[in-house]
């Protein structure tokens, strides 16, 4: 007679069913989800390509507007010199590029949208897909120096990685052909032989050990006296690489678009100087320094928005104030005025800083021949070097405490009819992270401003 319920071996032959029935089913289910997500990402993206078409259609109303390309930066789509009003349904792309012909966008791979779950492009036949997540590049080649200090491997005479000693991470440079690597990397009066579409791979393989490639060196693709790599159509940068260093590809004329990935945290100065090809820039959100002129030269700058004070700003940085003139007061939220933003702009009378900003780079003020007033709130921490240099119209101008580091000649080429009014005391001395010049220098740049002390002046 059976007794009622199940043998062990019977529940164990249902436990197996139900995980065999998991097995199938659990896959089918997530693929079902996928599908639900990428399909409503797509609308998403047609919505708001269908948005940037009629809002390019409506600034056509008001006069012939038939830019190119579009860019999308941290949400805000600018196409050629107008920042459109562009509202979906939908999620926004964070960043991106649009080419367009005759105000109808081009169903081509370069179109492409970012969003935080994917990149979405057009593939052969005109469809939006999300872009396939590509094999990580990983490069080996000829050993061409090994000293104390580091090796080189030379991959495909296109690129040169380097990996210091007692480092797990490699940087990149352009390939200079035939150079002398058995001491040092001098390639000063080297032109730069990279050329084509180039690649740079996420990973370094030295015979068993694997390095991450995390960095392009300053002047990687150029060169200081016989310029860039101007035979380079097209580079991919990895998300292994955090910071591309200045003037890296200053000179790369056939260049004609760049897409940084969000790894990114630093551009150098100069860094994209005079790529007169270059029309179409992404830019992430992670990027926080950009260096000054980094994109001085492109056509991509030149048809930047300007706000109506004249700005161009990018992540919360200030880059560029050349056209402000005037009484100008800086947008809240700006976070840092970048080097040289303001440098040599004869036409601003006076500026307001925001709280928001910390740092005001090198040169930032420098030269502002008409500046007469300028407020710098507490919350500002650094000044850079030559900040605020021959800008001979300030009577006078006054450090919060907040600044604690403060570069060199900041105020070089002031007279003795100029006053600094700082908050530290003259029996004290200058603050530990003040340069030891940061007023001037006696023989390159002197200063002979009054510095005004709680404690009394120092005048020189």
């Known amino acids: ?145 090994e000293t104390t200090s580091g090796v080189a491997i030379n991959v495909d005479n296109k690129l040169v990685y380097y990996v ?3 480092s797990s991470e490699a940087t990149v440079y352009g390939y200079y052909g035939n150079i002398d690597y058995s001491s040092s990397f001098n390639l000063i009066g080297k032109t730069p032989q990279t050329s084509g579409d180039i690649e740079i791979a996420s990973k370094l393989k030295i015979n068993d050990e694997i390095y991450d490639v995390t960095s392009i060196s300053y002047y990687a693709f150029s060169e200081p006296v016989m310029g860039g790599a101007t035979n380079i159509t097209s580079i991919t940068i990895p998300s292994s690489i955090t910071s591309i260093g200045s003037s890296a590809f200053q000179g790369c004329t056939n260049l004609s678009s760049i897409t940084i990935p969000s790894s990114v945290t630093s551009i150098g100065a100069s860094a994209f100087y005079g790529c007169s090809n270059l029309s ?7 990027v926080t320094s950009i260096g000054s002129s980094a994109f001085s030269g492109t056509p991509w700058l030149a048809s930047k928005t300007k706000s109506t004070n004249g700005l161009w700003i990018m992540n919360n940085i200030l880059l560029d104030g050349s056209a402000a003139t005037g009484d100008l007061a800086i947008p809240d939220g700006v976070t840092s005025i970048d080097d040289g933003a303001f440098s040599s702009n004869i036409n601003i009378t006076s500026v307001t800083i925001p709280s928001s900003v910390t740092s005001i780079g090198e040169n930032a003020f420098g030269n502002c021949t008409s500046l007469s007033s300028i407020t710098i709130p507490s919350s500002v921490i650094s000044i850079g070097n030559y900040a605020f ?30 006053v600094i009014n700082v908050y530290w005391n003259k029996s004290e001395g200058k603050p530990i992270n003040w340069d030891e010049n940061w007023k001037g220098h006696s023989m390159l740049w002197p200063s002979y401003a009054i510095v005004h002390c709680p404690d009394g002046d120092i005048i020189e």
Do not use: H
Request: charge should be negative.
């Open 1 to 145: 007679m059976r007794k009622n319920g199940f043998t062990l071996i019977e529940l164990l032959a249902v436990i197996v069913i139900l995980a065999i029935i998991a097995l199938i089913a659990v896959p089918i289910i997530i693929d079902i989800i996928e599908d639900s997500k990428t399909e409503a990402l797509k609308r998403s993206a047609e919505n708001y390509l269908k948005a940037v078409e009629l809002a390019i259609a409506k600034e056509n109303l008001n006069g012939e507007f038939n830019p190119n390309s579009c860019s999308i930066t941290s949400g805000i789509t600018t196409c050629g010199d107008k920042t459109l009003n562009v509202t979906v349904d939908g999620e926004l792309p964070k960043s991106g590029t649009i080419t367009l012909s005759n105000g109808i966008i081009e169903k081509t791979s370069s179109t492409k949208l970012a969003y935080k779950s994917g990149t979405l492009t057009y593939d052969s036949n005109g469809k939006l897909t999300i872009e396939s997540s590509k094999k990580e590049l990983i490069a080996e080649g000829e050993r061409i120096n």
């Open 164 to 166: 210091p000693v007692g």
């Open 280 to 286: 179409s820039v992404t830019i992430p959100e992670s």
């Open 389 to 418: 240099s021959y800008s001979s119209s300030l009577s006078s101008i006054t450090i919060p405490s907040s600044v604690t580091n403060m570069g060199e000649m900041v105020f070089g080429g002031w007279t003795s009819s100029q």
